[in-house]
């Protein structure tokens, strides 16, 4: 029978249906592959994927293949997004056996869990580059009652390749090492287009990060035109929302001209701070309009009943990809008119031949329009008749990284913008955190209709969400967020360390080795959200043994750095804050009276600047024998343990915040 009906995860109830009989993860299902004698097929996607939708179309709904699947083997069904630890396992194990990944991955597993092959998708019928997929269910079944032995010798060796590539412990970042980073980012950089490397291009939001921090400490123009560039590119291509914001998890195309038309939760949290701190550095309108856009797509369209913030929009409706958002000119003709409609083909780039599929187009906006008074107007119409149409799915699973990235982008956006919305929103979130995530001392990752699943949070969920307590810590000066971000970082260093040196993503209760990746790829890996929390803590704490290990854990992802900088972003935007210090400031008063001077501090853009504003008393290390002068707001700025003068005029901030 099937058994994921009861799953919490939305991914897992679309396949409740099937005639597969799945399982979910377990030790149940590995003992009915012993009780059997059969291995284990495990299939791993996620909610918003198209071609995990296409496979579970022609495969797992298929009455025949499921009665073959369901003869000879124990089947098992994972969310990756619920268990990174069981995806990033296999993951690696699929690249070592294929050389390339991705969803849906599915692996063929002894009842041990040793992976003996893997693959991504299979079509229902061969084609020049894949066998069919009911060839390799017959092949694998074949192999596993005639060659057992030739079977379980691969497992091992696959196991035990995994267990023996890991990262070397690097040396620090020197500036040196910095600014060959940059130098290397150039060589693979797109000029014409913006974006790194040839298509598909996915947003580099954690190497945008490194090169605002590399420009603002060393005053570097390549970096900030790589940025300029490529922020500029993404935001008026398709890969971005033209009519109701946020950005798709990547584009087919060099010109960012074609997404794949899901939205992740996690890409538009860290673009928002990605867009928000261009604008902090250069005050780019076209920053601040995409930054204020993408808050407010957050809040509009990913916000869910309990508070947080859903995962992703899936990138089908009515079965096909992507045509909630794709327009012909006939469509704009019909809604907008004669007048309107060719004005807003040609603004838009929507063409005969179209830029998509079946001469449609995505919407691209290459120029600001003449007249924005008729591009607003033009808008609003066209999305009231995109609301008729059908719309795409929403995982509404919370998952705590990502929403911890959520909560730290829209709290620094609410300030630095003064959309309170945004404040106000992260702060909900982070109550919901707090109160469905953290049960008994134990991070949950994933919740949905505010109820704790029973995924144990990896490494990412412990240092995001620090991250974005000490965040909401930073702002409110609660000292509750504090108490709740220390507990975190404590069991950082105490749950995650691996013997061998830096950390490991997850324990590997019941894997086949604990899972354990420093690069920073789609989001940021859980070394370096790990570090730049233990950073944080480590300024307002003054702790010692925190920056050591936030050291340790950037030395531990240097080779990736600098041999792949692409890979390494948050990694090297952690280590210019190191460099730089990072500056701590205290801005001590009440909260009425204390905004100005704390959006004036957070506009620093000194790398990695640790902030907290707070009553005069506030219980903190970085607190201790400091007042506000003659009643007025008053900013501690220091830097190791070099202080400024205390500032309570807000002109006279800058000059003290690089």
């Known amino acids: 029978m099937n058994r994921l009906a009861d799953a919490q995860s939305p991914y897992l109830q679309q396949h409740a249906d099937n005639p597969v009989e799945w399982w979910e993860w377990g030790s149940e299902a590995f003992e009915e592959?012993?009780?059997?004698?059969?291995?284990?097929?495990?299939?791993?996607?996620?909610?918003?994927?198209?071609?995990?939708?296409?496979?579970?179309?022609?495969?797992?709904?298929?009455?025949?293949?499921?009665a073959y699947m369901n003869a000879h083997f124990v089947n098992v069904k994972v969310d990756r997004?619920?268990?990174?630890?069981?995806?990033?396992?296999?993951?690696?194990?699929?690249?070592?056996?294929?050389?390339?990944?991705?969803?849906?991955?599915?692996?063929?597993?002894?009842?041990?869990?040793?992976?003996?092959?893997?693959g991504t998708y299979f079509p229902p019928e061969p084609t020049a580059a894949s066998p069919a997929f009911t060839q390799v269910l017959q092949a694998l079944a074949d192999a596993w009652a005639n060659r057992r032995d030739e079977v379980l010798t691969v497992g091992r060796d696959v196991v035990a390749h995994l267990k023996a590539a890991r990262d070397p412990e690097g040396d620090p970042l020197t500036e040196g090492d910095l600014a060959a980073a940059v130098k290397e980012l150039a060589r693979s950089f797109d000029h014409q287009a913006g974006g790194f490397g040839a298509a598909p291009k996915f947003p580099p939001s954690m190497v945008l990060e490194f090169l605002l921090r590399h420009h603002d400490r060393t005053g570097s123009a390549d970096a900030l035109a790589m940025v300029e560039r490529t922020c500029e590119a993404m935001a008026r291509g398709g890969l971005y929302d033209q009519l109701g914001g946020g950005f798709a998890r990547y584009s087919v195309d060099r010109f960012w001209r074609v997404p794949h038309f899901e939205k992740m939760l996690y890409d538009n949290a860290l673009l928002l701070r990605a867009y928000l701190h261009w604008w902090r550095a250069t005050g780019s309108p076209l920053a601040e309009r995409i930054a204020r856009e993408t808050g407010r797509f957050l809040l509009s369209e990913l916000r869910t009943p309990e508070g947080g913030f859903a995962s992703a929009l899936d990138a089908d409706s009515?079965?096909?990809?992507?045509?909630?958002?794709?327009?012909t000119p006939d469509d704009l003709n019909r809604v907008l008119g004669p007048d309107d409609g060719p004005w807003a083909a040609a603004l838009l780039s929507v063409t005969a031949q179209g830029t998509f599929e079946h001469g449609t187009s995505t919407l691209q906006l290459q120029r600001d329009p003449e007249d924005p008074a008729r591009w607003e107007r033009v808008r609003a119409a066209l999305l009231a008749v995109r609301e008729q149409r059908t719309r795409p799915a929403r995982d509404d699973k919370i998952v705590a990284s990502w929403n911890g990235w959520a909560i730290t982008a829209l709290i620094e956006a609410g300030v630095l913008l003064d959309e309170p919305a945004f404040t106000d929103a992260a702060l909900t979130a982070a109550g919901l955190l707090a109160r469905v995530h953290l049960v008994g001392g134990t991070l949950i990752r994933t919740s949905r209709d505010g109820l704790a699943s029973t995924n144990a949070g990896v490494l990412e969920d412990h240092g995001a969400v620090a991250e974005a307590f000490l965040t909401v810590f930073g702002v409110t000066g609660d000292r509750a967020w504090w108490e709740r971000a220390v507990r975190?970082?404590?069991?950082?260093?105490?749950?995650?360390a691996d013997p061998a040196g830096g950390f490991v993503d997850a324990p590997g209760d019941g894997l086949v080795v604990a899972p354990r990746d420093v690069a920073d790829n789609a989001y940021p890996s859980g070394t370096s959200a790990a570090a730049t929390a233990l950073l944080m803590a480590a300024v307002i704490s003054g702790d010692a043994r925190w920056r050591a290990a936030a050291e340790a854990a950037v030395a531990s992802a240097a080779d990736t750095a600098r041999g792949a900088p692409?890979?390494?972003?948050?990694?090297?935007?952690?280590?210019?804050?190191?460099?730089?210090?990072?500056i701590e400031v205290a801005v001590v008063g009440p909260p009425g009276a204390r905004g100005d001077l704390l959006r004036t501090v957070l506009m620093a853009t000194s790398p990695g600047a640790v902030v907290v504003a707070g009553d005069e008393g506030l219980d903190v290390p970085l607190f201790a024998s400091r007042a506000s002068r003659d009643g007025r707001p008053t900013a501690y700025v220091c830097r190791g343990f070099v202080c400024q003068a205390p500032v309570t005029d807000p002109a006279d901030f800058a000059q003290y915040s690089r």
Do not use: N
Not at 488 to 496: A, C, H, N
């Open 81 to 118: 997004e619920e268990r990174p630890d069981i995806d990033a396992v296999y993951m690696k194990a699929t690249q070592a056996m294929t050389g390339q990944g991705g969803w849906p991955m599915t692996c063929v597993l002894t009842p041990d869990g040793e992976p003996f092959f893997a």
């Open 33 to 66: 592959a012993k009780r059997l004698d059969r291995p284990i097929l495990l299939s791993v996607g996620y909610a918003a994927c198209h071609w995990c939708h296409v496979m579970a179309h022609e495969s797992f709904e298929d009455p025949a293949t499921a």
């Open 318 to 327: 009515d079965g096909r990809e992507g045509t909630f958002y794709v327009w």
């Open 488 to 496: 975190l970082v404590k069991r950082i260093v105490t749950d995650f």
């Open 566 to 582: 692409r890979f390494a972003g948050q990694s090297l935007a952690l280590a210019e804050a190191l460099i730089a210090g990072p």
